[in-house]
């Protein structure tokens, strides 16, 4: 069992930024993928940011030149780096982790993610 704990959402100012992180603990594999995705309500999930354990990683075209994903190995850690926030970014973000390091073409497939976090809010205000 894998446990995944967000934290670091609230409101981001227009032309600020935002930190949030993601902790994994319980029974990680050594190979797997975690991930962020966000989700407004009457729209689809959609994910933002995958990174692997051996490192690959993916970004969702929406969000390139303003958000980062970082991943800290050593503390099971995933983090989202919120820059430049649009009308498109308010959502409930959530931390999701695989027990496989996935190729590409799968990274942003929720279906892939065995395990998800209980989300946080972010709101950008003006």
């Known amino acids: 069992q894998v446990h995944l704990v967000e934290s670091g959402g609230g409101s981001v100012q227009a032309g600020g930024s935002l930190r949030l992180s993601c902790v994994a603990s319980?029974?990680?594999?050594?190979?797997?993928?975690m991930a962020w995705f966000r989700q407004s309500p009457g729209k689809e999930r959609e994910g933002i940011v995958a990174?692997?354990?051996?490192?690959?990683?993916t970004l969702a075209n929406s969000v390139k030149g303003r958000f980062t994903g970082s991943k800290d190995n050593a503390k099971n850690t995933l983090n989202l780096q919120i820059g430049s926030p649009q009308t498109c970014d308010p959502s409930m973000y959530h931390c999701?982790?695989?027990?496989?390091?996935?190729?590409?073409?799968?990274?942003?497939?929720?279906?892939?993610?065995?395990?998800w976090g209980q989300g946080t809010q972010v709101t950008v205000s003006s």
């Open positions: 319980g029974d990680t594999t050594a190979s797997y993928s």
């Open positions: 990174i692997t354990s051996n490192g690959d990683s």
């Open positions: 999701a982790l695989s027990q496989r390091a996935l190729p590409g073409y799968e990274r942003a497939h929720q279906d892939e993610y065995d395990y």
